[in-house]
């Protein structure tokens, strides 16, 4: 087993034999959530604290579910009811938590580089839920499992990631994913919606969803991320669903068993088509969110497992 990990701070961070260490543990927990077997011994007697500055659904419930069937102690701080809202900054707040000796802190914030700067000042480990614009490394692993359970495997697969690609922390920590292992990775977005710099990914860059999907393994849709844009982005919604909404006719471009993919939360009519993200034949976007428990297992056992390590050594 590899994992050096101290904290998941981001897919920055981790080899590809640590990946390929997590997704494969990951498996035997999906496999054992089918069966309704999870080991509840796991994180027992482990305390995990999730903070989320920002709203969730099926991250938080997939880390509050995961930590819960490996058996750990679980607490959602109620983050609009706390005292952030009387200006107690990040940092104290997690210093207090700390205080309480936590095993396990799960953080979504809105600003790129918190959850990293959090993780300086606590000694348990931390886990990014997704940092603003940064990283969402547990994120971009299932959607990997996702893959390698729908293809066979995680390497020289052609994959398009699509739609608005600058204000995306899932697009990020996928594309460092996808291209540890190994991956051509195909970036399709009106030019407004591709970040400056683009050119560093080492990707292949398109404005074209025909020309961008051709015969590609994985087409990968994003959400158009409102709450990050602070003016015109696009013309119109109808306008954006038009040239860059995945529906049939764009989707005959890929390959012909090219599997569809989405995080959630999902804009039917505006970035998919609900009939393709509903086709069980094509779409994945319900085995995602299954991946995602049994990534956050594994994730949060490789750590437990080097903080118990950490501590006996201390
Ligand atoms: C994503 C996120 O929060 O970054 N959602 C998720 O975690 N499943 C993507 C999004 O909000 O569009």
Partial sequence: MTFRARHLLGIE???????????????TYAEANRKG????????GMSQI???????????ASFELAGKRLGADVMNMAMQASSVKKGETLIDTALTLNAMRPDLLVVRH???????LLAQKVNCAVLNAGDGKHEHPTQALLDALTIRRAKGRLHRLSVAICGDISHSRVARSNIMLLGKM??????????????????????EVFDNMEEGLKDVDVVMMLR????????????????????YGLDAAKLAHAKPDAIVMHPGPMNRGVEIDGEIADDI???????????GVAVRMAAMDLLAQNLRTNRDAA
């Fill in 13 to 27: 961070h981790l080899a590809p034999d640590e990946i390929t260490t997590l997704l494969d543990l990951a498996d």
């Fill in 37 to 44: 077997a999870a080991p509840r011994d796991v994180l027992a």
């Fill in 50 to 60: 999730n903070m989320f500055f920002e709203n969730s659904t099926r991250t938080q």
């Fill in 110 to 116: 809105p600003h790129s580089g918190a959850v990293d």
């Fill in 182 to 203: 190994e991956n051509r990775i195909r970036l399709i977005a009106p030019p407004t919606l591709m970040p400056s710099g683009v050119a560093d990914f080492g990707c």
């Fill in 224 to 243: 158009l991320q409102r709450e990050r844009m602070d003016g015109g982005f696009i013309p119109s919604e109808r306008e954006y669903y038009h040239r």
């Fill in 281 to 291: 034949n094509r779409s994945v976007i319900q085995e995602q969110v299954e991946m």
